[in-house]
């Protein structure tokens, strides 16, 4: 069987500049066993599956792959597969919204203009959020081999994908990072966690933030621009109150390590809830065999 695939740039206007991820558009028929195969076999940070929805408020389902496990949620994928359905003619904005079905239980997805002008977005799954003790903080350090800024403890954030969360001191500093990719595959398994989340404050108005995003345990070293990494960082804003009262409204930057330009709009509300959005554009089409 031949199955429309594509892949989508996320996070991005310009081909080649935010975050792949592969989607499989014609899904039915495809076991649990071959999804993540395909999956490995991409090797990108996540691939997609698309399929009938199940529930009949959605309208279509998700599932999502690393190279090597699934994953109930996932922010990049959740954007472009939006987008991939859209372009293809398999959904259709009801008020503006798509309803997305996944590991999680339904995401809404707000659509707004068209084509190349399109923007989507979505609201992060309610956050459970735990501060790290001491113990993990301190071989956190030893895995990024740079001091946190403990002034906002590190915590772990968990979205559906669970991220370990920390501020450092300034960008230069992010920038520089070269984590130990091994001890951080132990950190986090033993943890459970995702990977990690971390960021600094710009000192420009381009942007508010700069990005990274580690997953090593998933066999992704640095995800180039994540979208459940950064709404953990903006649940961890939240919390720990680094950003303004009331509704907060921001751009992070993610990728520039890994040769990217991500973009990434956030939004926080006053309760804390918080969307997630950027454009997308199709890199890739053709037909998948198999």
């Given at each position: 069987?031949?199955?429309?695939y594509?892949?989508?740039?996320?996070?991005?206007?310009?081909?080649?500049?935010?975050?792949?991820?592969?989607?499989?558009?014609?899904a039915?028929?495809l076991?649990?066993?071959?999804?993540?195969?395909?999956?490995?076999?991409?090797?990108?940070?996540?691939?997609?599956?698309l399929?009938?929805?199940?529930n009949?408020?959605?309208?279509?389902?998700?599932?999502?792959?690393?190279?090597?496990?699934?994953?109930?949620?996932?922010?990049?994928?959740?954007?472009?597969?939006?987008?991939?359905?859209?372009?293809?003619?398999?959904?259709?904005?009801?008020?503006?919204?798509?309803?997305?079905?996944?590991?999680?239980?339904?995401?809404?997805?707000?659509?707004?203009?068209?084509?190349?002008?399109?923007?989507?977005?979505?609201?992060?799954?309610?956050?459970?959020?735990?501060?790290?003790?001491?113990?993990?903080?301190?071989?956190?350090?030893?895995?990024?081999?740079?001091?946190?800024?403990?002034?906002?403890?590190?915590?772990?954030?968990?979205?559906g994908?669970?991220?370990?969360?920390?501020?450092?001191?300034?960008?230069?500093?992010?920038?520089?990072?070269?984590?130990?990719?091994?001890?951080?595959?132990v950190?986090?398994?033993?943890?459970?966690?995702?990977?990690?989340?971390?960021?600094a404050?710009?000192?420009?108005?381009?942007?508010?933030?700069e990005?990274?995003?580690?997953?090593?345990?998933?066999?992704?070293?640095?995800?180039?621009?994540?979208?459940?990494?950064?709404?953990?960082?903006?649940?961890?804003?939240?919390?720990?109150?680094?950003?303004?009262?009331?509704?907060?409204?921001?751009?992070?930057?993610?990728?520039?390590?890994?040769?990217?330009?991500?973009?990434?709009s956030?939004?926080?509300?006053?309760?804390?809830?918080?969307?997630?959005?950027?454009?997308?554009?199709?890199?890739?089409?053709?037909?998948?065999?198999?």
């Open positions: 069987m031949q199955r429309t594509k892949v989508v740039d996320v996070f991005t206007k310009m081909p080649f500049a935010g975050n792949p991820v592969a989607v499989v558009l014609d039915q028929g076991d649990t066993q071959t999804m993540q195969a395909i999956a490995r076999w991409t090797n990108l940070s996540e691939t997609t599956f399929l009938p929805a199940q009949a408020e959605a309208d279509y389902q998700l599932r999502i792959f690393t190279p090597r496990n699934e994953l109930p949620f996932a922010g990049h994928p959740t954007l472009g597969s939006a987008h991939a359905a859209l372009e293809a003619g398999r959904a259709t904005p009801r008020q503006g919204q798509l309803v997305q079905e996944c590991g999680v239980g339904l995401v809404t997805l707000n659509v707004s203009g068209s084509g190349k002008d399109r923007s989507l977005s979505f609201t992060l799954p309610p956050a459970r959020h735990a501060e790290l003790d001491e113990a993990d903080i301190e071989d956190l350090e030893a895995i990024l081999g740079a001091p946190v800024d403990r002034t906002a403890r590190p915590m772990m954030v968990d979205v994908p669970v991220w370990v969360v920390a501020r450092l001191k300034s960008v230069e500093q992010l920038l520089a990072l070269r984590p130990d990719f091994g001890r951080s595959q950190f986090e398994h033993r943890l459970g966690a995702t990977g990690i989340s971390v960021f404050t710009h000192g420009h108005d381009d942007a508010d933030i990005v990274r995003s580690f997953a090593a345990s998933q066999g992704v070293n640095e995800d180039p621009v994540c979208g459940s990494g950064n709404g953990s960082v903006a649940v961890f804003r939240h919390v720990q109150g680094l950003l303004p009262p009331g509704q907060a409204h921001y751009l992070a930057t993610q990728g520039r390590c890994v040769g990217r330009n991500g973009r990434v956030v939004r926080v509300g006053a309760d804390g809830a918080v969307d997630v959005g950027g454009q997308c554009v199709t890199t890739v089409e053709g037909r998948l065999a198999g």
